[in-house]
């Protein structure tokens, strides 16, 4: 089982990325899919999830700059971040869950990826 994100960078604030997550070794369209951030110090958020039918749950942190999707046939997920402050600054993490309510609730996830750094710096 693979999670490889990817995507991140430097960018100046009000900027945008987009993250991309290339899942393998599992049957992707199975399973929720979620973005996590860990920022030094500070506890793991769960950023956003998208469900194996697309529905989306969002962090009121994010909720309007972010968008998260996914692509079963490419077995990838999307965070698109817009307008973007010193807040996300944060490495991401790419997740799955079989269980919605270990997705967003309970944050037991089955895989993990190896997180990709995001900096938002002028």
């Known amino acids: 089982v693979q999670l490889v994100e990817s995507g991140g960078g430097l960018v100046q604030p009000g900027g945008s990325l987009r993250l991309s997550c290339a899942a393998s070794?599992?049957?992707?369209?199975?399973?929720?899919m979620t973005w996590s951030r860990q920022a030094p110090g500070k506890e793991r958020e769960l950023v956003a999830a998208?469900?194996?039918?697309?529905?989306?749950y969002y962090a009121n942190s994010v909720k309007g700059r972010f968008t998260i999707s996914r692509d079963n046939a490419e077995t990838t997920v999307y965070l698109q971040m817009n307008s973007l402050n010193s807040e996300d600054t944060a490495v991401y993490y790419c997740?799955?869950?079989?269980?919605?309510?270990?997705?967003?609730?309970?944050?037991?996830?089955?895989?993990w990826g190896q997180g990709t750094q995001v900096t938002v710096s002028s």
């Open positions: 070794g599992f049957t992707f369209s199975d399973y929720h």
């Open positions: 998208i469900s194996n039918l697309g529905v989306k």
């Open positions: 997740n799955a869950a079989r269980r919605w309510t270990d997705a967003v609730t309970t944050k037991k996830y089955d895989y």
